[in-house]
């Protein structure tokens, strides 16, 4: 029994059994056999366990010699009898003439329908003979059944489809041809779903050729305002996009009641580059950085798309698009990337991101500092270059520098504000963003100087003269010192000699960001040996020693609650 249930159970070989006699002989389309049996006085209506009578078994072979001799039985052709045979249906509400147009039997049909068999008669689940037909590809049985007066747009099915959505889904190109010429174009399912979004959705070129030839609205809108070039888009039926394109379908039309999708959004969403690619040339670009509009980019970053994140930036599309917190709770693809990104530092479409110069705020500089992994820092230096003081204070804009875009003011001062908040991981970042040229003085905050480890602050003290401290922040030092919470290094306590003073007045002339990312100091006329010293390679960096806490995530949620913004510029 088990091995009936796994393989599926075929209730055919039941029936066989239990069928009457005239309806087993009927089903083998023996006529002989079938009159004699009717002469000795076997019924012809005896049904089965499905309802099946003798008519029904004929029908269904295709034995046109059997339905014709059954027929007679039943009472002739002009008899009350003969309409109530011809017309009996099974437990499922099949009829004959439904049974014989499903199986392709068009001469079955043909007599059926001479015999007044209903046309229209629909079974339990809302289907009828042109539908059967339809469905099953017959193009011969759809003529005859639409040549004698089947209804062409009854619904059928759950979902109120007709025949001509039938036909399409199916892809019966000659059975479209007929229908188009009978049936209304526009006629939707409960979804408003017409029968050209269906070739649309399902990749069917020829009958949606058909339906526009027609007259069928490429434009047309499903309940939910999709069309038949977003639902195109987004299944990457290349040739449908083009021939809908071709014939007037609108890339601008707002395919969404929550927010104004349009089908470049479900080319980038489900990675179709080459559709994507023909839509970047039509789509108007105030969907990039529109006020009330959503950047394709938020898309492709939800579902890991990094090649549709590749194509928009390169065609020119904003990595910072548009503030998207009032429609989708997203302020950046940026922030959205590297939320996505929750097992690893960073993903493609971050990298892609931040290579083409997306803007940092706070949220972007925790994911980089809030952590004892450095790899999103150490992206982020790759593509960004950290400018002197003076330049940032006078805001003097370079846009780019050594093939690196410079980091705005705003973008400095945040960056400032979250390594304050997460000193307990400085010894991760302090001496990534120290040899990327940041001014040490910057961070000889409060904040720093009472909470840095040992280490870490013995590292920025290196960076700066210790003896021009202000009084305040001596202050802390000594506590600490006292309360043997920071273990000073021995040459802390005497004048700062003169080689570092030399070295800090270099580093000052020349800039950090010269000094410390360019091999401008072996330009110098000084002996080699003199390099690493003033570069201050010769400072040991502080090791991590804290275990890691609670994962990335749970940090930046903390900190958002939590953290204190910290004016330094």
Known sequence: MSNVLNQGMDFTECYRDTVSSVAAAARSGCRKLVSKLIKRGFSVDCRDNRGWNALHEAAAAGSKECVQELLSAAGGDTSHGLRAYVNSLTHEGESACYLAAKCGHLSVVRLLLKAHANINQLTNDLSCPLYAAVDAGYTEVVELLISKGAEVNGTHTASCWTCLHQAVYKGHIESVRLLVNVCKLEVHDDHKISPLFVAAQ?????????????????????????????????????????????????????CSQDWPQLPIHAAAEFGHIG?????????????????????????????????????????????????CTQTLGLRSPLSFALCRSSNNPYSESARLLVAAGASLSEEEWVYALATDQTDLLQLILKHRWIPRLEILTREC?????????????????????????????????????????????????????????????????????????????????????????????????????????????VRSVLGPDLLMRTNIVQQLPIPSPLNDFLQFRDIQEPLYKQPPSSPLLNRIERYRSTHQHIHIL
């Open 202 to 254: 399902y990749g069917q070129q020829e009958c949606m050729e058909i339906l526009v030839n027609a007259g069928a609205n490429v434009n047309t809108q499903a309940a939910d305002l999709a069309t038949p070039l977003l639902i195109a888009s987004q299944e990457g039926h290349m040739a449908c996009v083009d021939f809908l394109l071709n014939h007037g379908a609108d890339p601008n039309v707002a």
């Open 275 to 323: 559709i994507l690619k023909k839509l970047i040339t039509v789509t108007d670009r105030v969907c990039d950085r529109g006020d009330g509009m959503v950047s394709p980019l938020y898309v492709a970053v939800n579902r890991h798309q990094w090649k549709s994140v590749e194509l928009l930036l390169r065609e020119g599309y904003s990595p910072d698009a548009q503030d």
């Open 397 to 505: 804009y370079v846009p780019h520098y050594c093939g690196k875009t410079m980091l705005k003011l705003q973008e400095v001062r945040d960056l400032l504000c979250v390594a304050l908040n997460q000193v307990r991981f400085a010894a991760c970042w302090l001496s990534l963003i120290l040899k990327a040229g940041l001014e040490p003085s910057l961070l000889l905050q409060p904040n720093m100087l009472e909470y840095a480890d040992s280490d870490v602050l013995n590292y920025l003290l290196e960076f700066v003269n210790w003896s021009t401290l202000s009084p305040h922040l001596k202050h802390i030092l000594y506590r600490r010192q006292a309360e043997k919470t920071w273990h000073s290094l021995p040459h802390f306590d005497s004048i700062t000699g003169l080689s570092h003073i030399c070295r800090l007045q």
